[in-house]
RNA sequence: GCGUCGGUGGUAGAGUGGUCAAUUACAACAGACUGUAAAUCUGUCGCCUUAGGGCUACGAAGGUUCGAAUCCUUCCCGACGCA
């Protein structure tokens, strides 16, 4: 992997760059689209390509336990095993200790709706009896898969280790995603734990890559030494290439607080194994929008300017702007897709839901000057029909929409940037659309 | 024509004397969704309301009863059987 910085964006944090890895460029800000488990749902690999999409994240826990990682490693890694030709990513599972921790059955996500701060730094009570697939061990993370009931334990190692397997080009350290309505002391022990953990990540990650551990060891589970499989298939240069130029990005975490937000941002880049540092960097976190700039800003004005960061889970397009004016190179968001497939599709005026009586004789396009599949071929009349008949091509059609349009909008401010127009961009798009819905 | 069974809110279909404006599902309408436990979830769903309640409703009309979607009578309609 090698990052590079194109332009800055004057007196910000703001930068357009390129991302290289052995499956292709990535030019920042970027877009990744979230394919959790090896898909991105509802479309086929040349949708999402043809929608402008250049690289995909794929999750450790949920690949973990199905199909297996070492089944994904026997495919010849997650971009072969899914058909993806471009670049990967994978998560670490560090968000499943949120949403299937703390978060589970709970009325909280990713962005909190709460604002008053009372409300959100509560004495922590213990709720340690409340229904929940993770709990925090000592040093790494007890899941209850939801799949069967089965219990694995995901420590730093272990999470390195799926993620080594599944083969993608970055991936990230195994991290504790905190809920928002934990108080100043956990957040702060919590965070402490994150970098123990990303340590230890960074440091089996080493050890992986110096043993070629994963190109080495023959498959227990099929029995197939995959090193045959590679040379069958793929050139040597680009097997070594796959599997020795994966980049591991630290995550840092630190909640609503400036004090832990900054020092997160200092330990994690200044974490040292062996002279090695991270490759790149994750924001990671539950926090309220409100919370989410400062945040932000603060991380990035302290980490190395010249690698990449990546702000995990993130976002609408007022987030996409907000990050990438204070220094964000990546985001990922299962909002197009998710929100594709519910019936909430992204216009330059503003969400519409699509089922909503009104476009129900709307022979219109989504947007008449988007250049995605689905505009150029479709009405909302016919979206709108195929979501009223639980049609499986409407949430298809509805994710080629809205996952172009998230994808061409970064597309679009990186072009900004380098245009030297970024705060006119800016105003105009955020001025129609969320004033114009 | 005789007999049997049945007619419940947009639909299907519970209920078979008070706890019924009526279970449930679907449809409809509106909303939510931010490193995917998600093609998911939530709310509304007779009319009016100052949200306490008021009014009209279970094919129609009468009746019994303190009280009827529920019991009785007649009528209308449907399915099936016999002529």
């Known amino acids: 992997m090698n990052f590079k910085i194109e332009k800055k964006l004057k007196g910000n ?8 890895t052995v499956h292709g460029v990535i030019y920042t800000p970027a877009f990744v689209a979230v394919g959790t488990k090896a898909t991105i749902k509802s479309l086929n690999p040349e949708q999402v390509r043809d929608a402008g999409t250049e690289v995909v994240l794929g999750n450790t826990y949920h690949l973990y336990l199905q199909p297996g990682d070492e089944i994904v490693r026997d495919a010849g890694g997650i971009g072969k095993f899914m058909n993806w030709k471009g670049p990967t990513m994978t998560d670490s599972g560090g968000f499943q200790v949120f949403s299937l921790g703390a978060a589970y059955g709970k009325d909280i996500s990713k962005i909190t709706k709460i604002t008053d701060p009372s409300l959100l730094i509560p004495e922590r009570f213990d709720d340690s009896d409340a229904p929940r697939l993770a709990k925090i061990g000592h040093d790494g993370v007890s899941f209850k898969s939801h799949l069967d009931g089965s219990i694995h334990y995901i420590t730093p190692e272990k999470s390195i280790q799926i993620q080594r397997n599944l083969g993608a080009d970055i991936i990230f350290a195994f991290d504790e995603c905190t809920s928002p309505t934990e108080d100043l002391k956990y957040q702060s022990e919590a965070l402490e734990r994150t970098h123990r953990w990303a340590e230890r990540s960074l440091r089996e990650h080493i050890r992986l890559a110096s043993s070629n551990f994963s190109v080495l060891h023959p498959s227990p589970s099929t029995g197939r030494d995959p090193r045959t ?26 909640g609503r607080e400036e004090s832990l937000r900054k020092e997160s941002a200092k330990i994690i880049s200044e974490i040292n194994v062996d002279g090695k540092h991270f490759d790149g960097f994750g924001i990671g976190g539950s926090f309220a929008k409100e919370d989410m700039s400062s945040a932000v800003k ?5 980490l190395p300017e010249e690698k990449p960061r990546h702000l995990l889970g993130i976002g609408e397009p007022e987030d996409l702007f ?15 897709t998710r929100l594709g497939r519910n019936g909430t599709i992204y216009t330059k005026l503003g969400k519409i839901i699509i089922t909503n009586k009104k476009f129900r004789d709307d022979f219109s396009p989504i947007e008449k000057d988007c250049e995605c599949y689905s505009c150029k071929n479709y009405t909302r009349s016919y979206i709108a029909h195929l979501f009223h008949g639980k049609e499986m091509l ?10 172009h349009f998230i994808v061409s909008l970064v597309k679009k401010i990186r072009q900004s940037i380098l245009d030297d127009n970024f705060f006119e961009f800016k105003e105009d798009f955020l ?3 969320l004033k114009g819905g």
């Open 322 to 336: 907000m990050g990438i004016e204070n220094g964000v190179d990546l985001f990922d968001c299962v909002l197009p």
């Open 394 to 403: 409407a949430g298809t059609l509805a994710s080629i929409h809205n996952l």
């Open 229 to 254: 499989f590679e040379i069958e298939r793929s050139s040597p240069q680009e097997n070594s290439a796959l599997f020795f130029t994966q980049a591991l990005f630290g995550i840092v975490q630190g």
């Open 431 to 433: 001025g129609n659309y």
């Open 13 to 20: 944090l703001g930068r357009a760059g390129t991302l290289e």
């Open 298 to 302: 603060w991380v990035n004005e302290i």
